[in-house]
């Protein structure tokens, strides 16, 4: 209620105060006129009806007083009820509970009619207040009967003061249900399920169960599992799954939603995606919603569900499918990198037979500074971080991608490596083994000179950015070019 309809509610109480107060007054001054005019009316013809009528009007009075102040009373409790809901609901945002408006409304009642008691029927309140107040047997029975009420009523102030949930939560009670807390009362509070069912569930055992609320002003998380082949690449499901996720109405802007593997399961990869909801009434809308545009996204990005009769026919094929490792792609991948391009199809051939494709997930180390290694890698698809260490921190020396090639430092002179080269994002590369490279290297000299070369560029600027000085030697490209030569046993 707003301020203005409450205004409007107390110059009605005024106004009915007022009247009622004049009405009492009045009667007070007129009742010995009537009963005096009733007496001589009445006499006249029967002097026995005229105390009978007399005796009518005196019963009467009471019950019209009575009457008159009970009037008074609600509209007193209905006006304190409009003043608490109003002031309770400027205070907060969430819809006031009625409890305390009940309590108060019983309390005053209670107390009236003790008072209106006494007043009009002092010789009944006589008799009756050592009943009420003297009796133990009663006190016991009343206090019996009004157990599971007094328990309600006081589980209710308790929860009152304590304020768990509020109207509009979404809550959950183990056994009983889950549903939007529509309202809150002395006695118990009412559920909206999800199925549109009431749910009524009283203070007192609702104070003993372990409830789960999820606050309508809280940013709720919600919990989406599904599961995908493990040919399908990880790193290309996060994606997928997050930006879908992100767009559907509902999720919440405010926080990333987070994909991850929950398992590697016996069929394929099982998933879970969290992510934050704006309204957690429509939580099953949301889910479902999600599920159906996850089912889209894998259509049209060619990611599948895993089915536990389909996963061994279909691993083996997807995988081929996913990482072709096939020698012709191998070949072309090699024909573009111009350090090769002297070699003969033949010897391109042959390189590609000493290869294999690898696949790292983003922020996978490929190689690590400091390890032996004895190949080399031209990267596929993706990108990579060639990184070294510097006070602790790790420093970016150079990003490479798809054609580039590293670690041919290790491949060609045996030292340990340079620096460490991490998959940028998810990141395919062809790792080139150093077996076949002998009678290559033989055969064509200028592939020696090519690599000295770049290995010669590739020490400057890692010196640069080591804030080292190389020897001379290293630095003119002699050094290189001898100890390849040197590290392969080539003649001459
Ligand atoms: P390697 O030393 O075998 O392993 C680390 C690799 O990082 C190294 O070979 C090079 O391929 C690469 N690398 C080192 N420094 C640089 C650089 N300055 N620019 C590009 N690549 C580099």
């Known amino acids: 209620m707003n301020i203005s309809g409450l205004r409007k509610k107390f110059l009605i109480f005024i106004i009915l105060a007022v009247t009622i107060t004049l009405a009492l007054v009045s009667l007070k001054f007129v009742e010995p006129t009537v009963r005096q005019y009733l007496l001589n009316i009445f006499s006249s013809s029967d002097e026995h009806l005229g105390i009978t009528a007399v005796n009518l009007f005196d019963n009467l009075i009471p019950i019209l007083k009575i009457?008159?102040?009970?009037?008074?009373?609600?509209?007193?409790?209905?006006?304190?009820?409009?003043?608490?809901?109003?002031?309770?609901?400027?205070?907060?945002?969430?819809?006031?509970?009625?409890?305390?408006?009940?309590?108060?409304?019983?309390?005053?009642?209670?107390?009236?009619?003790?008072?209106?008691?006494?007043?009009?029927?002092?010789?009944?309140?006589?008799?009756?207040?050592?009943?009420?107040?003297?009796?133990?047997?009663?006190?016991?029975?009343?206090?019996?009967?009004?157990?599971?009420?007094?328990?309600?009523?006081?589980?209710?102030?308790?929860?009152?003061?304590?304020?768990?949930?509020?109207?509009?939560?979404?809550i959950s009670i183990p056994n009983k249900g889950i549903g939007v807390v529509e309202n809150i009362s002395w006695r118990g509070v009412k559920i909206r399920t999800f199925q549109n069912k009431l749910i009524i569930i009283s203070n007192s055992v609702l104070g003993k169960e372990a409830i789960e609320v999820a606050p309508r002003e809280n940013l709720n998380a919600r919990t989406v599992f599904f599961n995908t082949l493990y040919a399908n690449s990880?790193?290309?499901?996060?994606?997928?799954?997050?930006?879908?996720?992100?767009?559907?109405?509902?999720v919440s802007h405010k926080i990333r939603p987070v994909v991850r593997v929950r398992n590697l399961g016996d069929n394929g990869i099982d998933w879970e995606v969290k992510y934050w909801i704006e309204d957690y009434t429509?939580?099953?809308?949301?889910?479902?919603?999600?599920?159906?545009?996850?089912?889209?996204?894998?259509?049209?990005?060619?990611?599948?569900?895993?089915?536990?009769?389909?996963?061994?026919?279909?691993e083996t094929k997807k995988q081929d499918e996913v990482f072709v490792e096939t020698d012709n792609e191998s070949v072309e991948l090699l024909s573009n990198v111009d350090v090769f391009a002297p070699l003969s199809d033949k010897e391109t051939r042959k390189l590609a037979e000493a290869s294999r494709f690898r696949v790292f997930a983003p922020g996978e180390p490929i190689v690590r500074r400091g390890q032996p290694g004895n190949s080399m890698f031209v990267i596929y698809r993706g990108s990579v971080n060639v990184q070294i260490k510097e006070d602790g921190r790790t420093k970016i020396i150079r990003n490479l991608r798809e054609g580039d090639f590293f670690g041919e430092m290790g491949l060609f002179t045996g030292e340990p490596r340079t620096a460490t080269v991490e998959a940028e994002a998810e990141t395919e590369v062809l790792e080139i083994n150093n077996f076949c490279l002998k009678p290559i290297i033989e055969d064509n000299p200028e592939l020696v000179e090519s690599f000295s070369r770049i290995i010669e560029e590739r020490r400057k600027s890692l010196a640069e950015q080591e804030n080292e000085s190389k020897s001379e030697q290293d630095m003119n490209g002699g050094g290189v070019f001898d100890s390849i030569r040197k590290f392969f046993g080539l003649k001459g």
């Not at 997928?240 to 992100?246: I, L, M, Q």
């Not at 099953?284 to 026919?313: S, V």
């Open 67 to 170: 009457l008159l102040w009970m009037i008074l009373i609600v509209a007193f409790v209905r006006l304190l009820n409009a003043v608490i809901s109003t002031t309770l609901l400027s205070s907060s945002q969430y819809e006031v509970s009625n409890l305390l408006q009940n309590v108060i409304s019983i309390v005053i009642f209670i107390v009236a009619f003790f008072i209106l008691l006494q007043t009009q029927y002092s010789t009944a309140y006589e008799k009756l207040a050592p009943v009420f107040t003297g009796s133990t047997i009663i006190a016991v029975v009343i206090g019996l009967a009004l157990q599971d009420t007094l328990g309600n009523l006081f589980a209710g102030l308790a929860m009152q003061a304590d304020q768990p949930f509020q109207v509009g939560d979404v």
């Open 234 to 250: 990880p790193s290309q499901t996060i994606q997928v799954v997050r930006e879908v996720v992100r767009q559907v109405e509902n």
């Open 282 to 314: 429509k939580h099953n809308d949301t889910d479902a919603l999600i599920r159906q545009r996850i089912w889209y996204a894998f259509q049209r990005e060619k990611i599948e569900f895993a089915y536990p009769t389909r996963t061994i026919h279909v």
